[in-house]
């Protein structure tokens, strides 16, 4: 017993050293495995990012290139491989990797997000291939399959959605969208930007030639977090007063998101 114990410590001791799920000491593939299906996952996903889709073909099994040349073409600006799931004695495998993309928004706006790719694989002729089982709405790494029966039960894998227009159009905004100022006085007012954008972001300010009000940004660029400030400047002109009620607008745009901000300065007693 003492030393089946002595013999088993070292196992114990790799186990808790590299954080190992249990269940992944059962479906971890043989190392020339492994390799050999990274190598085919990398080659096919590199000649998508570089738009060589009939090379990408050369890793598609026969059974699925009608889906594949149906199917919309995902590029990715950059891809990384996060984790292979093996079955059916490493003989078919699911991979999730990370592609870096763009998300086409209103106002042809183009923003890069991360999202997750499944795709699933088999081994054929003593090859890995690429192959999708037609069904019912499902998502691949080249969008949404046309219908079809279920063939041989290969279940797509959730993934993840990227964030809505909505969401991405709202981490660009102003703590206010309206500024009073009395027409008879000299002012100062000031609008805070604030990008909670991943990467840069750019301000522009749509020009604007009104000879009493000056406006500046002190930054017009920012990263996620950082804040810009617009000041709105008013200096009566005595030859052209303001009429009490009357209003200006101050537009500026924030890139890659293609956001339009509108602020309007109003003209009190």
């Given at each position: ?17 590299s ?103 088999k ?62 006085t ?6 805070i ?35 810009a ?41």
């Amino acid at each position: 017993m003492a030393v089946s114990m002595r013999a088993s410590i070292p196992f114990l001791f790799a186990c808790v050293v590299s954080a190992q799920d249990p269940a992944d000491l059962f479906t971890s593939a043989p190392p020339a495995v492994d390799q050999a299906l990274r190598e085919r996952i990398t080659k096919f996903f590199q000649a998508q990012s570089e738009g060589r889709f009939r090379v990408a073909d050369q890793y598609v099994h026969e059974d699925s290139k009608d889906i594949f040349f149906e199917a919309d073409k995902r590029r990715c600006h950059s891809f990384e491989i996060a984790r292979i799931n093996y079955t059916e004695s490493f003989q078919r495998a699911t991979a999730m990797v990370t592609c870096e993309t763009d998300l086409l928004l209103a106002r042809t706006g183009l923003v890069k997000v991360k999202m997750p790719l499944t795709s699933f694989w088999k081994v054929s002729d003593g090859q890995w291939w690429w192959y999708m089982t037609p069904v019912k709405s499902r998502t691949t790494p080249f969008g949404e399959m046309k219908p079809g029966p279920p063939a041989d039960g290969a279940q797509a894998s959730p993934v993840r959605k990227g964030p809505s227009m909505a969401d991405i159009l709202n981490m660009v905004r102003a703590d206010r969208n309206e500024v009073r100022i009395s027409a008879a006085t000299q002012a100062v007012e000031s609008v805070i930007i604030t990008s909670l954008l991943p990467g840069e972001m750019r301000l522009q300010l749509e020009p604007k030639s009104v000879p009493d009000l000056k406006i500046e940004l002190d930054r017009t660029l920012l990263k996620e977090k950082e804040t810009a400030t617009l000041a709105i400047r008013y200096q009566p002109d005595k030859d052209r007063p303001r009429a009490i009620g009357s209003t200006e607008e101050i537009r500026l745009t924030a890139q890659p998101v293609s956001r339009t901000l509108a602020v309007r300065v109003v003209f009190t007693r």
